[in-house]
């Protein structure tokens, strides 16, 4: 935990963090009560976004002159690549954003900037493993699941851990990531689709039953689960299955009501770029969680389908189309938790599962690089308008206040109130 002192804000002193199972005394020792996680599968490109390096201009074209790089697909390797994108100092801070990032921009005095992030794993899938459990072994508890056990919801007919995931992809798409691992599956995320029929699998709304005849099926029900539990009480799955069906009753009333935006302002709509076909989508999602958050659902995770931000080929017309996508519900994400008075009390968590090779992959891509990349974190206590760490000259390898997964993960669940040991 040596990254925790500098990422969160000095204004919240850091409290013993609790023992877990102990909701009650969360906010006398946690900065945070929810988190959502904007999470960018397949690996954005830290110098074309988050860490200008002047040297990939001068070097463009020549062989990288610092010795051997890990090179993923390296058959294809090349020269040095240079970014195609300017970057300029925002905000009071005078934080250094790529072009491809105005709505970012407009709110980067709300982040902590982490330059300095490496991981264990250069693969896509043992790197996932590794930035969603903290491990590169598969069969771990996600960090969501642990914060949904050590936490549990503050609300009584919506999941703790949810899940938003592309609309029309099956939402058992890398369910590995949001998996409980060994943990009882009741901590496992549920997923949420945004723009379907059924929203949530295995979820059927009982729209043709009459209020009070579902009320008395129901009760009529939990007599029968009672009885079998009282009949096996060396059975202690049963209990949490009980759970698990009295929160489903409760969400085939809650979950539409929730998906339905025809509430919010058109303020709000365009804000999140709702009425614009490329931002619709990604843009419902960012809203959702600030819905769900508001709700009292402890940790949101929003998923892109595939792994868009794998930019091998043609890594400037990707990183154009996916910040095209992403870049304005982002930041609307922030302005809206913050007039509402919810981002001190929501870390708002920006990243992939690794970086990008300041080399070329072919004549025009990035491979993949877990030596040195960049996320972004706000609110619940993170510190605003700061930068942490550092690359090396070309972006490929943290040299200074480095973060590892493990730093990430303990100071998230501290800042949470929990004790990541």
Known sequence: MLALAQLLDAQFPIAAALPAHNPQALPAAGT??????????????????????????KWNGQPYPRGELEVHSEKESGNVLESPFKFKRQGHAQIAISELLPQLAGVVDEITLIRSMTTDAVDHEAALRCIHTGRRDAGFPSWGSWINYGLGSECENL??????????GLPTDGGRNWSAGWLPA?????????????????????STVPAGARREQLAFLDLLNRHHQRQHPENNEL??????????????????????????TQATRVMYGLEREETREYGTRCLLARRLIEQGVRFVQVFL?????DTHKDNAGGLTNMCGITDQPSAALLRD???RGLLDSTIVLWGGEFGRLPIAQGTDGRDHNRHG??????????RSGYVHGETDEFGYRAV??????????????????????
């Open 239 to 264: 209990d949490a299955r009980i759970r698990n069906f009295e929160l489903a009753a409760q969400m085939q009333t809650s979950v539409p009501a929730l998906l339905d935006l025809s509430g919010e």
């Open 337 to 339: 938790l913050k007039q």
């Open 186 to 206: 009741v901590y496992q995320g549920t997923a949420f689709r945004s723009a379907d029929e059924a929203p949530v699998v295995n979820l059927i709304t009982p």
């Open 159 to 168: 999941p703790a851990y949810v899940v938003l995931s592309d609309p029309g």
């Open 373 to 382: 990349f960049s996320m972004w974190a706000a609110g619940g206590g993170f």
């Open 400 to 421: 200074r206040d480095n973060v590892t997964i493990h730093d990430l993960h303990a100071t998230l669940l501290h800042a949470l109130g929990l004790n990541h040991l």
């Open 305 to 309: 389908s595939g792994q868009p931000w």
């Open 32 to 57: 945070a009560r929810s988190v959502i996680c904007l999470f960018q599968h397949g690996g954005p490109s830290q110098v074309d976004l988050f860490d200008p390096k002047p040297a990939l201009l």
